[in-house]
């Protein structure tokens, strides 16, 4: 009896109020939850760490969730059991996700079946954890929203964590011209690795220099911004005329003089994977399979952490040096 009760528990990651990482409490007691119809149930091997979701559990975003709550949406593994009218998928199909139900960091999730992807066999499930946000993002930036087209140039700023490198991976599909920054001799290795054409250390002093020496009097005509509070101002100067600032990352408030839109009519975009539209999510999801089956599409996994170290996975996505791929917790 004792094993029968047991068994319908799992390890799972639980945020009660809202504050600092050290809210996140992994507890070994909680329900495995069913899914519903038109839902499926995954055995999580690996999830994706996003940003986002540290500005969620802090309480300063503007999307709170009711507590108690588990956090994560970017899982990869394989379907335990299936709901009512889930023709898609059945149990033991290897999957991904861009969005879970139940939260994502635990050993099983609940997600709608709409939400679920089936894992191409090329990649690997920490892989898998690193596709959804990082690369649905990328492209709805690039493409979606910032018309990105063959032969034009692209600097992605932050281009080493796990938006950056899918952003760079994309664009030089596309046929862009891909400059890229990073803060680690590493990072920019990595970038130059997955797609970029040169990558910049954005720790220098005199990086900005540098690029506006690369681009000479043409500018840049997209930036995929990461840390806009930290940047924007700047990436005003590097704009070409109409060029746009694909607002991906900010953490708080920047001053920009706005007549240095005025002057190149440039654009200042914001990006939100929340507000896509269903069709706009299937054509990201088309997008990605093409990249997979054609093999430039390779997620490039960073820094792995048990659930047991959430915390610390929470703190360093935040605070570490420099990124150099998606952050996972397995």
Known sequence: VAMAATRNVMRAVRVFEFGGPEVLKLQSDVLIPSPKENQVLIKVYA??????????????????????YTPGTDVAGVIESIGEHVTAFKKGDRVFTTDTISGGYAEYAVAAANRVFPLSDKLDFKQGAAI????????????????????????????????????????????????????????????????????????????????????????VDIIIEMLSNINLA???????????????????????????????????IGVS????????????????????????????????????KVSKAHEDIIHCSGARGKMVLL
């Open 47 to 68: 999830c994706g760490v996003n940003p986002v979701e540290t500005y969620i559990r802090s309480g300063t975003y503007a999307r709170k969730p009711a507590l108690p």
């Open 132 to 219: 959804a946000i990082p690369y649905f993002t990328a492209y709805r930036a690039l493409i979606q929203k910032g018309h990105a087209k063959a032969g034009e140039t692209v600097l992605v700023h932050g281009a080493s964590g796990g938006v950056g490198l899918a952003a760079c991976q994309i664009a030089r599909a596309c046929g862009l011209k891909v400059l890229g920054t990073a803060g680690t001799e590493e990072g920019m290795n990595t970038v130059l690795r997955n797609g970029a054409h040169q990558a910049f250390n954005h720790r220098e002093a005199n990086y900005i220099d540098k690029i506006k020496e690369h681009t000479g009097m043409e500018g």
């Open 234 to 268: 700047t990436d005003l100067q590097l704009l070409s005329c109409a060029g746009k600032v694909m607002v991906v990352g900010c953490r708080g408030p920047i001053e920009i003089n706005p007549r240095d839109t005025m002057s190149k009519e440039s654009s200042i």
């Open 273 to 308: 994977l929340f507000l896509a539209t269903e069709e706009e999510r299937r054509e990201c999801s088309r997008a990605v399979f093409d990249g997979i089956e054609a093999g430039w599409l390779r997620p490039t996994v960073g820094s792995e952490y048990p659930l047991e």
